[in-house]
């Protein structure tokens, strides 16, 4: 006890980092993380279901081509219309990677196994230099 007072703010940045490690898997995130290269070759090999979470006006303005689009807001009441695709990986995109994450926790937590999120999120797709669609 005598240690943890003399060194409280170690003791501090410790319980903060090692909570910075396990945020991810308590905030649902444990799903891998996949480049776009790795997505592509998912898609390919195994026909990955893409699951685009991002709002009305952001998948409007391009979306990857094949995706299925519902928005964050709308996953759980939607779930049922994902069933039929539990058997197939399923690789989760948004804008940027951040809302993503938070839509595999809720599809792991609905008993979904094969869930992955696209790293960089459809930023990242672009930066990879790989093609966007707007049709439907």
Do not use: Y
């Amino acid at each position: 006890m005598e240690f943890v007072q003399q060194n409280m703010i170690w003791v501090a940045l410790a319980l903060v980092s090692g909570g910075m490690l396990l945020w991810p898997l308590v905030s649902g995130g444990g799903a891998e993380n996949l480049t776009p290269a790795q997505a592509t070759l998912l898609i390919n090999r195994e026909d990955a279901l893409v699951l685009d979470v991002r709002e009305t006006g952001e998948w409007g303005s391009g979306h990857i081509a094949g995706a299925r689009h519902i928005t964050l807001a709308q996953l759980e009441k939607r779930m049922s219309e994902l069933e039929k695709f539990k058997d197939r990986p399923i690789i989760i995109c948004c804008a940027t990677g951040n809302r993503s994450s938070s839509a595999c926790g809720k599809l792991k937590k609905g008993g979904f196994e094969k869930v992955f999120n696209l790293r960089g999120g459809v930023s990242g797709w672009l930066e990879a230099n790989l093609p966007l669609t707007t049709k439907s």
